[in-house]
C-alpha cells in the first residue's frame, strides 16, 4: 500500500510557472482554470533592498482528513485506500458542488464543460504514475522545489526529505485539522493562507447517512431508464396496434 506526498522546498521556487503550465498541458485543464498554483508574499522593502517575494508552490492537499469527502452526498469523491489520492468519480457525481465549498484550500474548480468538480490527482488519471513517470508538475521544476513520493517507501525522497529538514503543513482554520499531505520545508511562508471549512447546511452534515441511499437510489434510476427504453424498442406502439386492428382486411 501506497501514500503519496509531495515535500515542497520554496526556498527555491522562482515562481517560473512552469507546475503550473505542464499541469495545465498534461490534465486537459480549461482555459482560466488551474489545478495548482503559486502563492506568494509581498516584500516589504522597509527591512532593506534584499527584501525578496517568497513563493509558495501549492496544489490539492491529498488530506488524510478530508472534508471534501466527508462533504460529497453521493460518494463521488473518495480517498483512494491503496495510494492515499482523493479522486473524483464523475459517474456518481451529482453536480451538487458541495466538496467545492468543504475545501479550505480552494484546490477544487467546477469543470466548464463537464460541470463536476476537476483538481490535482498527481497525474494519476493521465497515466504518469502507472507508467513509473512523476507528476507533471514535479517533473518541470526547474529547481526541484516540487518532491513527489510515497511516504510508506523510506528510501522515497519525500521520505527523505522529511528526515532532513522540518517541515509545516498550511493548516485550514477552524480547528479542523484535515491532516493534509503536502509538506513545505520550515523556512516558508506564507502558510497562513488557508480558509475556512464551509460545510453547506444540514444535507451535507447527514453525507455519511446519505451515500448509501444515493448510490441506490442512481442505480434504481438507471434500471428504470433503461427498462422504459427497453420497453419503447420491443412493444408496439398503443395508437399504431388499435389503428392496424380497424384497417381494412382486419377481422
Request: charged share 20%; hydrophobic share 35%; glycine share 8%.
Amino acid at each position: 500500500m501506497k501514500k503519496y506526498a509531495m515535500v515542497i522546498d520554496s526556498s527555491v521556487c522562482i515562481d517560473c510557472k512552469g507546475c503550473m503550465v505542464s499541469c495545465k498541458v498534461q490534465n486537459n485543464v480549461p482555459h482560466g482554470y488551474w489545478r495548482n498554483w503559486i502563492k506568494h508574499t509581498m516584500p516589504d522593502f522597509s527591512k532593506g533592498p534584499l527584501t525578496r517575494t517568497h513563493f509558495q508552490p501549492g496544489g490539492c492537499m491529498h488530506c488524510d482528513n478530508p472534508t471534501c469527502v466527508q462533504a460529497c452526498p453521493s460518494g463521488a469523491t473518495y480517498k483512494d485506500p491503496q495510494n492515499g489520492i482523493v479522486h473524483v468519480n464523475e459517474a456518481l457525481c451529482i453536480g451538487c458542488g458541495n466538496c467545492i465549498t468543504a475545501c479550505p484550500y480552494g484546490a477544487r474548480f467546477r469543470h466548464p464543460d463537464k460541470r463536476v468538480p476537476d483538481k490535482c490527482d498527481f497525474c494519476f488519471s493521465s497515466g504518469r504514475l502507472e507508467r513509473g513517470l512523476l507528476p507533471a508538475c514535479v517533473d518541470t521544476c526547474p529547481t526541484k522545489a516540487r518532491v513527489f513520493g510515497d511516504l510508506n517507501d523510506p528510501d522515497s525522497d519525500a521520505s527523505r526529505l522529511l528526515r532532513d529538514k522540518p517541515t509545516v503543513r498550511v493548516l485550514a482554520r477552524g480547528g479542523i485539522d484535515t491532516k493534509p499531505n503536502m509538506y513545505y520545508v520550515a523556512t516558508t511562508a506564507p502558510t497562513d493562507w488557508a480558509g475556512e471549512v464551509e460545510f453547506p447546511g444540514a444535507f451535507t452534515a447527514l453525507a455519511s447517512l446519505v451515500n448509501p441511499v444515493v448510490k441506490v437510489a442512481v442505480g434504481l434510476s438507471a434500471l428504470g431508464v433503461a427498462v422504459m427504453w427497453a420497453k419503447q424498442i420491443f412493444s408496439p406502439d398503443k395508437e399504431e396496434s388499435e389503428h392496424e386492428s380497424s384497417a381494412p382486411g382486419k377481422d
